[in-house]
């Protein structure tokens, strides 16, 4: 029998289980040798991870990881005490209690070894914000299937991260040190599971001699496959080309109109034109809502640096261009080259683009 802390143990397989798809029911394989409880998710994100354990037995297992995430939840002590049976069934004690989770069989009776990585680099906690909010953007329709992923090239001895749709797109650049890995596009629900799965500041990443993408911050390592799709060119262009500042907006104010425009409308667009008044000294922005459904006069100020004309756009896409920066202000500029599409940023190397859906 050996302890561990329940609430460690819980947090792992809850991440470890949002990283299976519904229907998988390959179990969850682990090992106590040491003082480390190891275990390891097959899947098409499979995963190595472990915590500490207090105790001498040396043991192997093989469970359903969801059923025992829902026992471990259920228990509320600091620590948990494990052992398996003559049925190689884990028995969970916590204080006076027990149950036991039945053994599970499955294509592999041991952990696997970890995949080396043959190329790597270091990166920081923001580089993980980035790929969850990237993976946001990336496109829901197939016309261009390299769109439906998460890319991950490079740019000025940077990660350069993008999500993009036919109409909108979001990108980064994040610092690394170590190799200069070549650009990978990725599932974008691997994106996701990795903002969750690490905790740790420092997060080393790479590639195996299979050419599969991994994570590790030491204990927790997570591997998918790259995919073999062309991710278009344009997206380092927009966030190269040349801009022309239309204006500066405090983001919260100017996300209160477009939210309020939402409960106006049932067609999801919404116009934007800019408004000066020099003797009143009032300048900002006019909300235009076609075919509203209540009446509505939309006004919000901010510091217009160029008067330009009703430019209309999706208002679901244009609230979350917006709402992605942390930032409190953003300052919006026109692509003439790109069909005036608006690019949104905060200062930083952090855009987000929309493409118009008609003018005025």
Not at 211 to 225: E, F, K
Not at 327 to 335: A, G, H, P, W
Request: negative net charge.
């Amino acid at each position: 029998m050996v302890s561990v802390n329940r609430s460690t143990l819980e947090r792992k397989l809850t991440t470890i289980t949002s990283a299976l798809r519904s229907k998988s029911n390959l179990p969850l394989l682990g090992a106590n040798v040491s003082g480390q409880l190891s275990f390891w998710q097959d899947s098409y994100m499979p995963i190595w991870d472990g915590i500490d354990s207090e105790g001498k037995d040396e043991f192997t297992f093989s469970v359903d990881s969801s059923l025992l995430r829902n026992i471990v939840n259920g228990f509320k002590t600091e620590y948990i005490d494990i052992s398996i049976n003559t049925k190689k069934a884990m028995v969970i004690k916590s204080d006076q209690s027990k149950i036991t989770v039945p053994y599970l069989a499955g294509p592999y009776d041991e952990i696997p070894d970890k995949p080396l990585m043959q190329v790597s680099c270091t990166v920081e906690r923001d580089f993980l914000r980035a790929l969850m909010k990237s993976k946001d953007f990336v496109s829901k329709t197939y016309e261009n299937m390299g769109l439906t992923y998460t890319y991950l090239g490079n740019k000025d001895e940077k990660f350069f991260i993008s999500g993009a749709g036919s109409m909108y797109q979001y990108a980064i650049s994040i610092p690394f040190s170590g190799e200069t890995l070549p650009a990978i596009i990725m599932p974008p629900e691997y994106a996701a599971v990795v903002g969750r799965l690490f905790s740790n500041t420092n997060l080393q990443v790479g590639l195996s001699e299979r050419q599969q993408i991994l994570m590790s911050d030491g204990p927790t390592l997570i591997a998918t496959r790259t995919v073999n799709e062309t991710y278009p060119n344009i997206v380092y262009e927009m966030a190269d080309a040349d801009g022309e500042l239309l204006f500066v907006a405090n983001k919260q104010k100017l996300l209160e109109s477009l939210r309020l425009a939402v409960q106006t409308t049932k067609d999801d667009v919404v116009g934007l034109s800019s408004r000066t008044d020099e003797l009143s000294g009032v300048a900002g922005l006019d909300v235009y809502i076609p075919n509203a459904v209540i009446e509505a006069e939309l006004f919000v100020e901010v510091d217009v640096v160029k008067d330009f004309s009703c430019t209309y756009f999706s208002l679901p896409f244009l609230i979350k261009c917006i709402s992605t920066f942390e930032d409190d202000m953003i300052y919006v500029e026109r692509l003439n080259q790109f069909n005036g599409a608006f690019r949104i940023g905060t200062g930083t190397e952090e855009i987000t683009v929309l493409q118009p859906i008609r003018y005025d």
